[in-house]
């Protein structure tokens, strides 16, 4: 999913770890906890990281992508 999004994941992980506090966002399963981190990669790239926490203090990214500015939210109806 990170090709998708234009996203390295090394550049995931650097912006996951920029953020010392995470979001709860809703998941399909319902036995998954599914979190959103805002982050920034060291070279300053905005990167929203969503990921679902694993045990031993790790953490599984299921996608990550660049976050709309505003215009861009009013053209595709967010």
Sequence with gaps: MLDKHGVEYEEAVEALLSVPQSERVASDDPN?????????TDAGRRLHV???EEPGR????ITAYEPLGRKARRRHGR
């Design 32 to 40: 998954e906890r599914r979190y959103l981190a805002r982050g920034r």
């Design 58 to 61: 790790r953490a599984r990214i």
């Design 50 to 52: 969503v990921y679902v």
